[in-house]
């Protein structure tokens, strides 16, 4: 047994003599737990927006008699009552008259609430007065504009007369208090209750999701400690090479190699624990002080034990894979041995790891299911063992590569967490983009169609109009179709009858517009026979559009949407000028939407994997700025020529790159195959292959902006 007195008195005074990069390891380790504590407590001691959750419905019978208030005080003499409702209202703004859903409550503000896009239709700004009129109204009144859409408007009428059968809207009442009551008049249910009981347990809530869903979670969270474990690791290799004359002098006076790995064991088990703790203190103190100012009320003290035990698990298993490689080359007493890369039994845990999830998911229980995310795991784990596999032909190549692979093996410490994070996030991406496989092409069920909405019913459609047809001039000059709605009835459309059939032809239903095209299934005849009643000025039902009638005098309308349906399918440039094109006063939805499909299938995925990839790098930069200058200076002395100084710091940052990126895409690729999900057909090519490209490019010109950094530096101390 070894006796760890002497370890933990040298791993202590280390942490007190470099107190700054002590505090940088515990700032690193206290921020993530602090996030996922405030996170769990949230999740389990509180509630979003109280006010519509912690409440009593009250429902109102169709046969009653009296007043709202009457019938309910029958039943709840003391309660405090609210009444919502929410009706198409009269906004004048200037010389500007629009219709609009407003939202109303007998405990409302005497401000109105808009969207930025809204208030520049109406052209007004926050704080500005804009004159509205409900229904039951018979004078409009001014109430200044916020930002806020979350306000709610005053009701501004007696609760008292409130009949729910002939009010001009749906009057909806509540009350705060949890409250249970039936009768046949007045049934009140409340909707959340306010007992408190234990969370929701973590596996429980996982089980919930399907194996991808499991696996990704996983690995996600994997990633981040091994991105912690990565920031965390060149802290303690330099805390071994600056204790290595330290560890000599202790091995001559009898320590043995055992003793001198446990000194940094327990230095990063120490800066851990002091990590953790302030991690949940200061997650605990944001949870009290900062939730219940953003909309969170506080519905009790839940401790998440799940949750919070399998962060303490997580930050000290980040400790200890933070320090082993360090504390192993730390206990080699021939500096020579410090530099070659031997195989040891961890590089074995992470290869053992997937092997065995591979036969747990071949196992017909619902334990398989675990086995998608412990495969990420030990394929993450598993960068120490594949740069042990590569450094056997390390010995050939160009003299770059070969100093470029060298010094991959030599800082393996520094690498192989760097290479890990990598490949756990190209494995993410690689699992959720199979099935997902996005090809530019012209599919004939999806007739191209594009909707044009406004942000505010305008009673002077000509603006909305105006952007419509300059819509229509950008995608070929087809004509808008303009559906428009009564204001007095918004559940009758309007619609020229000349226009009917081709509507029918070519739009989807307004529900399911932006999922696949729902074509009308009324047949050449019945269209006619709609034509003609609504030429006779009759209405009639439609599957899509519900009442239809054709416009006629007196009759008061808004444009609700205008339709266009161009001859061809869009090319991407017509969609990129759709997206450029200004639209002050609507939005612009298309079908089918390429440039929104490229950008969440393509341009997401490459942008996340590059940025991460950059990031991984400037702190694999920062973090060993120290070694990489000792590096650098050596073979400047030697003669090393300034070019290749920076081919070889280029190539060592696209080897880590390309390395993750592979083998992150690889694993997922197998994983599939092996369990035979979707298949090898629904791979998409194009974006691994720009994977493969791109993010080797962004490390390669991170190393070489790196490299040339430090020449600059050099050249300037000599």
């Known amino acids: 047994m070894t006796n760890l007195r002497m370890p933990a008195r040298i791993a202590w005074r280390d942490i007190t003599s470099h107190r700054a990069r002590s505090i940088v390891a515990v700032l690193f ?46 039943v709840l003499p003391e309660e405090e009552l609210i009444a919502e409702t929410t009706a198409r209202t009269i906004l004048t703004a200037g010389d500007t008259t629009a219709y609009m859903d407003v939202r109303y409550s007998s405990t409302g503000d005497d401000t109105l609430g808009l969207t930025s896009a809204v208030a520049e239709a109406l052209g007004v700004r926050e704080g500005d007065s804009i004159e509205i009129q409900a229904p039951w109204e018979q004078e409009p009144r001014a109430l200044p504009v916020s930002f806020d859409t979350n306000t709610q408007v005053n009701l501004h009428y007696p609760l008292d007369e409130i009949v729910s059968a002939v009010f001009p809207s749906r009057v909806s009442w509540h009350t705060p208090a949890i409250v249970e009551v039936a009768t046949p008049d007045v049934e009140v249910s409340p909707l959340h209750s306010m007992a408190q009981g234990s969370p929701v347990p973590l596996l429980k809530a996982l089980s919930g999701g399907s194996a991808i869903t499991i696996a990704s979670a996983v690995t996600m969270g994997l990633l981040g400690l091994i991105v912690l474990a990565a920031m965390i690791s060149p802290i303690f290799a330099v805390a071994a090479r600056r204790q290595f004359h330290t560890m000599r002098l202790l091995s001559i006076n009898g320590a043995a190699p055992s003793q001198l790995r446990w000194s940094l064991y327990l230095e990063a088990l120490m800066v851990a624990a002091v990590g953790i703790g302030l991690g949940l203190l200061l997650g605990i103190a944001a949870f009290l002080l900062i939730v219940p100012r953003i909309g969170w009320d506080l519905t009790g003290f839940v401790i998440p034990i799940d949750l919070l ?35 040891r039994w961890p590089m074995s845990i992470g290869p053992i790891i997937a092997a065995v999830s591979l036969v747990v998911i071949l196992l017909p229980t619902d334990v398989a299911i675990l086995g998608y995310g412990f495969f990420g795991i030990g394929i993450v784990t598993s960068t120490p063992a594949l740069l042990w596999l590569l450094s056997h032909w390390a010995a050939r190549g160009p003299v770059a590569l070969r ?48 909707a044009v909405h406004p942000h505010v019913y305008l009673e002077d459609s000509s603006p909305i109009e105006q952007e419509a047809q300059e819509v229509a001039n950008i995608v070929g000059g087809a004509t808008p179709i303009y559906i428009r709605r009564a204001v007095e009835n918004d559940e009758l459309a309007i619609i020229e009858p000349s226009r009917l059939r081709e509507y029918l032809r070519h739009a989807s239903s307004p529900t399911d517009f932006y999922a696949t095209s729902v074509q009308s299934d009324a047949t ?23 009442s239809v009638t054709a416009p006629r005098d007196g009759l008061d309308t808004y444009l609700d949407t205008a339709y266009i349906f161009p001859q061809q399918e869009l090319s991407m440039g017509q969609e990129v000028r759709l997206c450029l094109s200004k639209q002050d006063f609507t939005s612009i939805h ?21 940025l991460a990839c950059l990031a991984v790098m400037i702190m694999l930069a920062a973090l060993s700025v120290g070694e990489t200058r000792a590096d650098l200076t050596t073979m400047w002395a030697v003669g090393a020529p300034p070019r290749l100084l920076s081919r070889i710091s280029a190539l060592q940052s696209l080897l880590i790159a390309a390395l993750g990126v592979a083998v992150g895409l690889a694993s997922a690729l197998f994983l599939y195959v092996f369990t035979d999900i979707k298949g090898i057909g ?34 300037r101390q000599r």
């Open 309 to 343: 035990f399998l962060t303490i698990a997580s930050g000290l298993f980040c400790a200890l894979a933070a320090a082993v490689i360090p504390a192993v080359q730390a206990s080699r007493l021939r500096p020579e041995l410090s530099a070659r890369l031997r195989w």
């Open 524 to 546: 050449e005849e019945e269209i006619d026979t709609a034509i003609e009643a609504l030429e006779r000025g009759e209405t009639v039902e439609l599957s899509l559009l519900g």
């Open 403 to 450: 100093l470029a692979l060298r010094d991959l093996f030599r800082q393996v410490h520094r690498t192989a967490p760097a290479i890990a994070a990598i490949v756990g996030l190209s494995f993410v991406l690689g699992v959720i983009s199979i099935g997902n496989t996005y090809v530019y092409q012209n599919d004939p069920s999806e007739k191209p169609q594009i």
């Open 29 to 74: 380790f206290a921020l993530p737990i602090a996030l996922v504590t405030l996170a769990g407590f949230t999740l389990s001691s509180a509630d979003w927006d109280a006010d519509n959750t912690r409440k009593s419905w009250i429902t109102l019978s169709s046969e009653g008699e009296g007043t709202d208030l009457e019938r309910i005080r029958a």
């Open 590 to 610: 298309s079908q089918p939407d390429h440039l929104g499909r490229v950008v969440e299938h393509y341009l997401f995925p490459l942008v996340l994997l590059s």
């Open 682 to 715: 629904e791979v998409p090519w194009l974006l691994w292959l720009l994977l493969l490209v791109v993010v080797p490019l962004v490390g390669w010109a991170s190393g070489g902006i790196t490299a040339a950094a430090s020449r600059k530096t050099q050249s």
